[in-house]
């Protein structure tokens, strides 16, 4: 019964790591999506957002 106990708990801790690499890894996927989405916004609406921190610039 303990070799059973021990395999279950190798096999346990095991699939836990994986599960935090797999997290970690989605994480940097979403991260990567949303400077994706960002740069692509900066890009498409770069001279709007440049007029707009000019005028808030010159206000300060």
Do not use: C, H, P
Not at 11 to 35: F, N, S
């Amino acid at each position: 019964m303990d070799l059973i106990r021990k395999l279950y708990v190798k096999a346990y801790v095991k699939a836990d790591e994986l599960a935090r690499g797999q997290t970690m890894t989605e994480y940097a996927l979403i991260l990567a999506a949303v400077a994706v989405v960002v740069f692509a916004g900066y890009q498409t609406m770069g001279t709007t957002i440049k007029s707009v921190l000019t005028s808030v610039d010159n206000q300060l």
